[in-house]
C-alpha cells in the first residue's frame, strides 16, 4: 500500500485520541480480572467475554488501533476497513441504546441508580464517541445497501452461541433472553424479533449516511 499525504482534517493528535479510547475502553472492560472476581458475579470468567457488550467494544477497539495506526503511517487502508468500521458502529449504537431501553435496572448495571464509569465507558460514552468520530470523518468509500448487510452476521453468529452456551450453563448475558424472565420461548422470540428488526433498520440507515458523507478526506 502506497504511502499517501496525511489529509489537513486528520492531523497525528486524531490518532492519539482513538488509541487513548482503545485504552480507556481495554480498562472498563478488564479482561485480565474476569477470573478474580466473586464466581457468583454475572461477569464472572468466560461470561465476562460473552456479553455482546464487551465484545462490540472489543471490535471497536479494534477499529480505534488499526484507524490509528493508519493515521501515524499515513497509509490508506483498503475497501474492507469500512466495513469493519461500519459494522463497529452498528453493533456500539444498539448496544448503547439497548442498554438505556431495557438494562439500565437489570443485573448488567452492578449500582442501579448510581454512577459506575466502567457501565458508562461501554455503555454510554463508546457509542456516543465511534457515533461521532464516524460522522464527523466518514470513510472514503460507501458502504452499499446490500453490502451493509453483512453487518448481521455478528450478531446472528453470537445469539446462535449464546444460546448454545447456555444450554450448557443456564447462563444468558442479558435477562430478555432468558425464558425464566420473558414469560418463555414466545417472550424470548419476540425480543429478538425486535432487535433484529432494529439491527436492519440501524444498519440500512448507517449505509445511507455512508454514501452521502464519504469524501475523499480520510485514510480510511
Given at each position: 500500500m502506497k504511502?499517501?499525504?496525511?489529509?489537513h482534517k486528520i492531523k497525528w493528535i486524531n490518532a492519539i485520541i482513538l488509541i487513548?479510547?482503545?485504552?480507556?475502553?481495554?480498562?472498563?472492560v478488564t479482561p485480565w480480572n474476569a477470573w478474580n472476581v466473586d464466581p457468583s458475579s454475572p461477569s464472572y470468567g468466560w461470561n465476562r467475554f460473552s456479553f455482546f457488550t464487551v465484545q462490540s467494544n472489543f471490535i471497536a477497539t479494534a477499529t480505534y488501533l488499526i484507524a490509528a495506526l493508519a493515521i501515524l503511517k499515513k497509509k490508506r487502508l483498503g475497501e474492507w476497513f469500512r466495513y469493519l468500521r461500519g459494522s463497529a458502529v452498528l453493533y456500539m449504537m444498539v448496544t448503547g441504546i439497548v442498554?438505556?431501553?431495557?438494562l439500565?435496572?437489570?443485573?448488567?448495571?452492578p449500582n442501579p441508580g448510581h454512577f459506575n464509569w466502567s457501565n458508562f465507558i461501554l455503555h454510554q460514552l463508546g457509542p456516543f464517541f465511534i457515533t461521532v468520530w464516524w460522522l464527523l470523518w466518514p470513510s472514503r468509500l460507501v458502504?452499499?445497501?446490500?453490502?451493509?448487510?453483512?453487518?448481521?452476521i455478528f450478531p446472528l453468529l453470537?445469539?446462535?452461541y449464546t444460546f448454545i452456551r447456555a444450554s450448557f450453563t443456564g447462563w444468558y448475558p442479558y435477562p430478555f433472553l432468558d425464558p425464566d424472565k420473558t414469560g418463555g420461548a414466545i417472550g424470548v422470540s419476540l425480543y429478538?424479533?425486535?432487535?433484529t428488526v432494529f439491527f436492519l433498520i440501524l444498519s440500512q440507515l448507517l449505509a445511507w449516511i455512508s454514501r452521502?458523507?464519504?469524501n475523499n478526506h480520510t485514510l480510511y
Open positions: 504511502k499517501a499525504e496525511l489529509p487513548v479510547m482503545a485504552m480507556l475502553t481495554t480498562y472498563a442498554y438505556a431501553l431495557l439500565q435496572d437489570t443485573d448488567v448495571n458502504v452499499t445497501s446490500s453490502g451493509s448487510l453483512l453487518w448481521l453470537w445469539l446462535i429478538v424479533f425486535g432487535i452521502a458523507r464519504a
